[in-house]
């Protein structure tokens, strides 16, 4: 069974600190996508970045940064010197590869709610 | 840059009403889904559409739900005989055909309240 585990409920940092926020998942698949997507207050679901199960290279975006490791089951995303704007609830998000009928449907964590202090 | 459009923006229903979600997907996209999120909780599948049928379909998708594709651009979610359990807010997404794990791009969502 697919399952994604975000442990961490709520992250409180003071500006311009670093943060990382934990994803950790299940699958008996060996073709999967990992996920992450931003949710502001304002309620929308925000796409962030896709990696499939054969990349593990990490990827780093101007002050994001997310660090895949197959052996531990984690997708861990970084972000460099926070900012305010950055306060939202972050998910983590699972999916399994195409067998040509596969719906790609997407298995959430339950969200890391993120509080940027000023 | 497109996206995926969603009416109403909230939706106030008394109990053992229908009620009908629209959704508007990205126009070159062929799968359509339909999410949940009860206030504070995680976000969860309801449904998969592609090819003018369901795909797959969660167990919290029951009977009193369904979806329909009625022209080429409208993507609905009706809910037969809405309960209180049922206010949640009520995602669309689309993703285009793909190999697997192509991105989800949601609407704002619609915001559902049972009376």
């Known amino acids: 069974a697919q399952k994604v585990t975000q442990a961490q409920t709520e992250i409180s940092v003071v500006e311009k600190e670093d943060v990382t926020l934990d994803c950790v998942y299940e699958?008996?698949?060996?073709?999967?996508?990992l996920f992450w997507y931003k949710q502001p207050p304002s309620g929308e679901l925000v796409f962030l970045i896709r990696?499939?199960?054969?990349?593990?290279q990490n990827e780093i975006s101007g002050r994001y940064s997310w660090n895949f490791q197959k052996s531990t089951s984690s997708f861990n995303f970084t972000i460099t010197a926070s900012q305010v704007v950055d306060s939202a609830v972050y998910f983590c998000?699972?999916?399994?590869?195409?067998?040509?009928?596969?719906?790609?449907?997407?298995?959430f964590g339950t969200g890391t709610l993120l509080a940027v202090q000023p | 840059e497109p996206e995926v459009t969603q009416t109403p923006s909230h939706q106030v229903t008394q109990m053992g009403q229908e009620v009908i979600l629209r959704c508007v997907p990205i126009?070159?996209?062929?799968?359509f889904y339909w999410y949940r999120q009860i206030l504070g909780q995680k976000v969860e599948f309801l449904v998969s559409?592609?090819?003018?049928?369901?795909?797959?379909k969660s167990e919290i998708f029951d009977d009193q739900f369904s979806v329909e594709r009625p022209d080429g651009s409208n993507f609905t979610l009706k809910i037969r005989s809405t309960k209180l359990e049922d206010s949640a807010m009520y995602f669309c997404?689309?993703?285009?055909?793909?190999?697997?794990?192509?991105?989800?791009?949601f609407g704002d969502g619609t915001r559902l309240s049972i009376l």
């Open positions: 998000a699972l999916s399994e590869g195409d067998y040509g009928g596969a719906t790609n449907k997407l298995i």
């Open positions: 997404a689309s993703s285009e055909k793909s190999l697997g794990g192509q991105p989800q791009h």
């Open positions: 559409f592609y090819n003018n049928e369901i795909s797959e």
């Open positions: 699958t008996r698949d060996t073709t999967y996508y």
């Open positions: 126009s070159n996209h062929l799968y």
């Open positions: 990696r499939n199960s054969f990349d593990e």
